[in-house]
């Protein structure tokens, strides 16, 4: 039975761009800033992700698999407030002697759209829910690579500006 515990809380100061593409923020550059926080800036037209590396709690049950729940909020220097921005999230387990850190051979990516508030700047939390057989198998105690990235370039994707991602919270389902 799910037992719907916080597995992880990713921020952005601990992220890394993936060689595929270029978010703004951590390593590249400083934060974008939306407000008084901070977030990794996702450009319009463009498919680009962040990585995390990260373990499992070893009391992770993952009877169903995870619900990612993404906090962003549009950059108000370039704003487009209503329009959708399409999300998307991999798992891949990261075993030792086997895998190299990169997303090739992880599990299915899973992608939400995600409809901006139409007031610009104000936040908005998405959901993606993730089956374990699409984590690449994943288990308790696992180290992993998460990917999330936005699909710029999908045709969902209508938002003309830049959106920030200011932190993934994973929850077991």
Request: avoid cysteine.
């Amino acid at each position: 039975m799910a037992t719907t515990n916080t597995l992880l809380t990713l921020v952005p100061q601990g992220a890394h761009a993936e060689a595929a593409g270029k978010p703004v923020g951590p390593p590249i550059n400083s934060l974008t800033r939306v407000g008084l926080a901070g977030g990794i800036g996702f450009p319009a037209k463009v498919a680009s992700g962040a990585v995390w590396l990260a373990r499992l709690p070893a009391t992770a049950g993952l009877s169903t698999g995870a619900t990612f729940a993404l906090m962003v909020a549009e950059d108000v220097r370039n704003a487009d407030p209503g329009k959708v921005a399409r999300f998307a999230v991999t798992v891949k387990k990261l075993a030792t002697g086997t895998d190299v850190i990169d997303a090739d051979g992880g599990g299915t990516e899973t992608a939400a759209d995600l409809i901006l508030p139409s007031t610009s700047g104000v936040v908005l939390t998405g959901s993606i829910a993730i089956v374990v057989a699409n984590m690449d198998s994943a288990a308790a105690g696992d180290w992993v690579l998460i990917r999330v990235r936005r699909l710029g370039t999908h045709a969902n994707d209508t938002h003309k500006g830049t959106v920030v991602l200011l932190g993934v919270d994973v929850r077991d389902t």
